[in-house]
């Protein structure tokens, strides 16, 4: 999926040589490789390929084998080591750094199947770098205790990308069956989903479609609310994602209440926004405290309260009015702005030119 880490790097290629280090493709091959794969937007993408039957122990130090003669062989400049998880900071922690950033973007240790030593490589991880960014307000209030230099960086929004889905766009094929309203999600559906609440929706109102993008991953689809009017579309590419927005009636954010919810700040938020799109969203902390008082997102406590927001939503839409509220709060607003604001606290201009960025 295209989110924070693929946004921000993208950016920082305008100015840096990126590496952007993938999780390790394993297979029954028992050969041991590193891929590299430039990308368009000037990033270059590394997957290590290793045996699946690898230990963890192995898995590490093959990781740390193949960056080493990568790095060895190129001869890159200053490095600039900026780490999305704490989780590669095992097969890195040798490496030489003249900056080294923490990109927190969420509180993993909450989410579901969380590794034990996640907790432990966040401590030591936090006592390595030099700046802290956090994914969100409510976030950054949590870890600006453990680090001086912690900044909050919410995640932000490709206006003109999304903006498109405000006029009338071609329906993708597997939404042009699909009867109004629509009401759509498109993100991971995981354990941070109510389930729950969209079933309660779909079977409270049988003639409202419930269209859901996005993988499932760490819960069992068959918990999954199976029913006529939810339709499970599978994960689409990110360049896709306002043609499915553009035809619906509704956005959602069904998010659970729970640990792995506390400190999020989801990126679709202004994305459905700058789509055009009302919101109805569950009580998120950094939701409420950013877009809750100007009206844009509509918030629920309960399933009563969701299908009413909904249901005011579709009878009582201005689009002209909406949307001069939507841009007063995204004003501003953008990857470009982000991005810049983190370079001027890492003092990137000091770094020099030849500073390589490895993510």
């Known amino acids: 999926m295209y989110q924070r880490p693929q946004h921000i790097m993208s950016r ?32 270059t993408v590394l997957v290590p390929h290793l045996p699946l039957q690898m230990q963890p122990d192995q898995v590490i130090a093959a990781q740390r084998t193949l960056l080493d003669g990568f790095m060895d062989a190129q001869q890159f400049g200053d490095l600039l080591l900026w780490y999305f998880t704490p989780m590669s900071l095992v097969f890195t922690d040798h490496l030489r750094a003249q900056v080294t ?47 001086a230099n912690a900044h909050s960086m919410p995640s932000s929004v490709d206006i003109g990308h999304f903006a498109a889905a405000r006029n009338v766009l071609a329906v993708p094929e597997d939404q042009q069956c699909i009867p109004h309203p629509r009401l759509g999600y498109f993100g991971v559906i995981d354990e941070r989903f109510d389930i729950e609440l969209i079933r309660e929706v779909a079977e409270s109102q049988p003639t409202w479609q419930i269209i859901l993008i996005g993988p499932v991953v760490k819960i069992d689809p068959a918990t999954l609310p199976h029913m006529d009017n939810v339709h499970y579309l599978g994960s689409k590419p990110y360049r896709d994602l306002p043609a499915y ?36 969203s569950t009580r998120i902390a950094d939701v409420v405290r950013t877009y809750g008082e100007s009206g844009v997102v509509a918030i629920a406590d309960d399933t009563d309260a969701f299908v009413r927001a909904i249901r005011e939503a579709l009878a009582h839409r201005d689009p002209a009015d909406f949307l001069r509220k939507v841009d007063a709060v995204l004003a501003g607003e953008s990857w470009d702005n982000t991005c810049a604001a983190m370079k001027a606290q890492i003092g990137l201009v000091t770094i020099g030119e030849q500073t390589q960025c490895l993510g």
């Open 12 to 43: 920082m290629a305008q100015d840096y040589q990126v590496l952007f280090l993938e999780e390790p493709a394993l297979s029954d091959s028992p050969r041991i490789w590193l891929e590299s794969l430039p990308q368009a937007c000037g990033v």
């Open 245 to 280: 927005l553009s035809g619906w009636d509704v956005a959602l954010m069904p998010f659970a209440l729970n640990d792995s919810t506390r400190f999020i700040s989801p990126t679709k938020t202004p994305e459905y926004l700058a789509g055009g799109c009302p919101v109805v």
């Open 101 to 147: 950033i923490f990109d927190c973007m969420d509180e993993l240790s909450a989410f579901k199947d969380a590794p034990p030593e996640l907790v432990e490589q966040e401590q030591a991880l936090m006592k390595r770098a030099d700046v802290v960014f956090t994914g969100g307000f409510s976030l950054w209030e949590a870890k600006r205790l453990q680090h």
